[in-house]
């Protein structure tokens, strides 16, 4: 890898890094280019450690120099600047003092993934950014195998998701079940069972469930109204989190922790 000392923050070499605060530079709306942006010396190390491809890297010296050991093998450039100048490239003081963009990375299909899972998670219009960062740190914490996002999900790999999960995102594989909800008969067919997770009266309490053991695939709704009844109608069961009177529901980041703790 090659250092470059830069101190213009018009220079066109880093302008992967600029503007990172606009919604252009969200992956998952139109015009955006669909970078994955990794901030911060611990998510960049997982960045490097990934399959994406790596384009370059943007930190004052201190933070280039901690990353050293893992760049001798990265073709690509990381730009040596100060604080200052990083700031006014990317619209906002960046206290992690490092950045990293990759291109995005070949994904499998959601039944290649399935193939070779006994854990998922599969998630119905899950769409706060930082929920889902946070979800796919639980996945990576208790060994759920992959994530399969229906229609409405954001996309995992906007920066915000990267940086709440702390890099896990790049380490879990995702793939999209883009029929709905007959898609989740992709998970059958390889002999899971789709365990929709909800608080409506009548679901069976996590523990008295039977899942562990089993090749699972937990069904998690949006932050709001939850999963869908058409969702729900495609579950083989539906299982709850018992909670104490006056409390109906988790957030869906939380829930979908207890939910993979129990399974596992």
Not at 30 to 59: D, K, M, Q
Not at 150 to 163: E, K, N, Q
Not at 223 to 237: K, R, S
Request: charged letters at 25%.
């Amino acid at each position: 890898m090659q250092a470059i000392e830069i101190d213009d923050p018009a220079d066109p070499r880093l302008d992967d890094f600029r503007d990172l605060s606009t919604a252009d530079r969200r992956p998952d709306r139109p015009g955006g280019r669909g970078l994955v942006i990794a901030e911060g010396v611990v998510v960049v190390e997982r960045l490097l450690a990934s399959p994406y491809p790596v384009r370059g890297l943007l930190g004052v010296r201190r933070r280039i120099e901690a990353l050293e050991p893992l760049l001798a093998p990265v073709d690509a450039p990381a730009y040596v600047t100060s604080a200052e100048v990083m700031a006014e490239v990317v619209g906002f003081h960046l206290n992690r003092g490092v950045l990293a963009a990759a291109d995005r990375a070949p994904r499998r299909s959601a039944r290649e993934l399935a193939a070779g899972a006994r854990r998922l998670a599969v998630l119905e219009g899950v769409g706060d950014h930082e929920n889902l960062g946070a979800l796919f740190r639980n996945a990576a914490a208790l060994g759920v195998d992959g994530v399969l996002l229906a229609p409405g999900c954001s996309d995992p790999l906007y920066r915000r998701s990267v940086r709440v999960s702390m890099g896990h995102v790049l380490r879990v594989p995702f793939a999209t079940l883009d029929d709905w909800p007959g898609g989740l008969q992709v998970l059958r067919d390889e002999g899971f069972r789709v365990a929709a997770l909800t608080p409506r009266g009548g679901a069976v309490g996590l523990a008295d469930a039977g899942l562990r053991g089993e090749r699972v695939a937990v069904l998690l709704g949006s932050e709001g109204p939850g999963l869908t009844e058409e969702a729900l109608a495609e579950a083989d069961l539906a299982v709850r989190i018992p909670m104490a009177d006056g409390v109906d529901s988790l957030n869906v980041a939380t829930a979908a922790a207890v939910a993979f703790y129990a399974i596992t």
